[in-house]
């Protein structure tokens, strides 16, 4: 199946002179959820702008549903859905009218039954006649999903869903996004909670300085996740790895007090019992060990950092 969204070879140099993005590829796959990691002004809001239209390209293009952009933006910017990073500012009109009238927005015909379904999905059935300025924090961020979808868009675009709300009402949003899911509908997040990437996603692309600098199924990221290291504190500090060592990749750390592995913790074999067969074999011995695993978020530091 093509993918839903194209993005190819996309840059943006904004008339001060920055370039936030940098010839961006990616496809997304229909029905699938991707999270966009990166720090703060890593460039996610500028390429969710662009395929929404309202941020221009300076170069590159995108395909949505096989519609281009530029050429075909209304057939393009109907299948698409964005609940944008900022909450509205208060409204006097009642959840139910604002719902509707994005619905008409896009010129789709009244249906009252799938706006309803719409508000009883996300939980604000009750809330229908209530005025949005009455609302709290979390219910307002739900109506902007509402409304988001009030047209049936294809992919729904959510720009940092959870910045600022509660752990409990982050899970609900990621049951809610994963239900969508469900209905068919492609979800594209951007987040800077890692935990959140992991929770939902099927891929995770990491964007910084403008670069989508790794895009992996999430699988594949855990596999990663699944390094370990074994710290060693030895009892005489080492000026150097004995030869006899070398396969093992050690690094000498804490100025030469430390020797510490990295292995694949999902591997058949570590490594270490051999490993340690050979230390004694090479006269190093130790007083004390301990194990870590890496997690997703030094990945994705590590690779931030690599690319300063
Ligand atoms: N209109 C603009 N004019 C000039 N620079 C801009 C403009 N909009 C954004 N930028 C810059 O482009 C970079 C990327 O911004 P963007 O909002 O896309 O980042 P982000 O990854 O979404 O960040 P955050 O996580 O903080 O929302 C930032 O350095 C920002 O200052």
Redesign the pocket.
């Given at each position: 199946m093509p993918p839903i969204i194209s993005i190819s070879q996309l840059s943006k140099t904004?008339?001060?002179g920055?370039q936030?993005l940098k010839s961006v590829d990616l496809d997304i796959s229909q029905g699938e959820i991707f999270a966009l990691l990166?720090p703060?002004?890593?460039?996610?809001?500028?390429l969710i702008s662009i395929v929404c239209g309202i941020v221009n390209a300076t170069s590159g293009g995108v395909t949505v549903g096989g519609h281009d952009i530029r050429r075909d933006f209304r057939a393009a910017r109907e299948m698409i859905g964005l609940v944008p990073?900022e909450l509205t500012t208060d409204s006097f009109e009642s959840v139910w009218a604002t719902v509707s009238f994005s619905r008409g927005l896009f010129g789709r015909r009244r249906d009252d039954a799938f706006v309803e379904k719409t508000l009883k999905d996300l939980s604000l059935w009750d809330k229908r006649d209530a005025r949005i300025l009455t609302l709290s924090g979390g219910m307002k961020r739900r109506v902007l999903i509402a409304k988001a979808l009030a047209h049936e868009p294809r992919v729904l675009f959510l720009d940092?869903p959870t910045a600022g709300v509660d752990v409990e009402l982050r899970r609900d949003m990621w049951q809610l996004v994963r239900g969508l899911r469900e209905t068919g509908v492609t979800i594209i997040l951007?987040t800077?909670y890692i935990e959140e990437a992991e929770e939902m996603a099927d891929r995770i692309g990491v964007i910084s300085k403008g670069e989508i600098i790794v895009v992996e199924q999430k699988a594949e990221l855990m596999s990663k996740l699944g390094r370990k290291r074994l710290t060693l504190n030895l009892q005489e500090p080492l000026s150097e790895i004995p030869d006899s060592l070398e396969p093992y990749r050690l690094e000498l750390k804490s100025g030469g007090c430390e020797l510490v592995y990295t292995y694949d913790a999902q591997g058949q074999r570590t490594g270490i019992t051999r490993l340690l067969t050979d230390l004694s074999a090479a006269g190093v011995t130790f007083r004390d060990l301990q194990t870590e695993q890496s997690s997703l978020e030094e990945i994705f530091v590590g690779l931030v950092k690599d690319k300063r």
């Open positions: 904004y008339s001060s920055f936030a990166g703060n002004g890593a460039g996610k809001t500028t990073q940092e951007t800077h």
